[in-house]
């Protein structure tokens, strides 16, 4: 099995863990062996710069081209011109997040229908 998906510098991810669940994030810096900077950058994606432990990511096929340590405003630049939004709606990951959500929302009469479809 070949690893596709590293820990690098401009890596998109999603929170997976706390209350910035279900968002996405951009790597700015690796710290260390445990921790990465990540931004939002929050006027996108509500996350604001912090620091965070690899094991509350899940990294995406995503990638922006940012320097190290890059400001929210080339952030935000990178992302408007790379479409990332529109890249993430059209991912795997996020086509079966939605389906999860949809799941479970349903009550007891939709499960019943949909295992009759």
Same mark, same amino acid.
């Given at each position: 099995m070949v690893f596709t998906k590293f820990v690098e510098v401009?890596?998109?991810?999603?929170?997976n863990y706390g209350e910035d669940y279900g968002k996405l994030c951009t790597?700015?810096?690796?710290?260390?062996? /445990?921790?990465a900077l990540v931004d939002g950058p929050q006027n996108i994606t509500g996350v604001q710069r912090q620091k965070i432990? #690899?094991? =509350?990511?899940?990294?995406t096929d995503i990638t922006v081209k940012i320097p190290l340590n890059a400001r929210?405003?080339?952030i935000v630049k990178a992302f408007e011109e790379e479409k990332v939004i529109d890249a993430? /709606?059209?991912?795997?990951?996020?086509k079966k997040l939605?389906?999860?959500?949809k799941r479970a929302?349903?009550?007891d #009469?939709? =499960?019943?229908?949909v295992m009759l479809a």
């Amino acid at each position: 099995m070949v690893f596709t998906k590293f820990v690098e510098v401009g890596r998109v991810a999603m929170i997976n863990y706390g209350e910035d669940y279900g968002k996405l994030c951009t790597i700015v810096n690796v710290i260390n062996g /445990n921790l990465a900077l990540v931004d939002g950058p929050q006027n996108i994606t509500g996350v604001q710069r912090q620091k965070i432990n #690899f094991k =509350r990511l899940t990294l995406t096929d995503i990638t922006v081209k940012i320097p190290l340590n890059a400001r929210q405003k080339t952030i935000v630049k990178a992302f408007e011109e790379e479409k990332v939004i529109d890249a993430w /709606n059209e991912s795997s990951l996020k086509k079966k997040l939605d389906r999860m959500e949809k799941r479970a929302s349903l009550n007891d #009469f939709d =499960r019943f229908k949909v295992m009759l479809a």
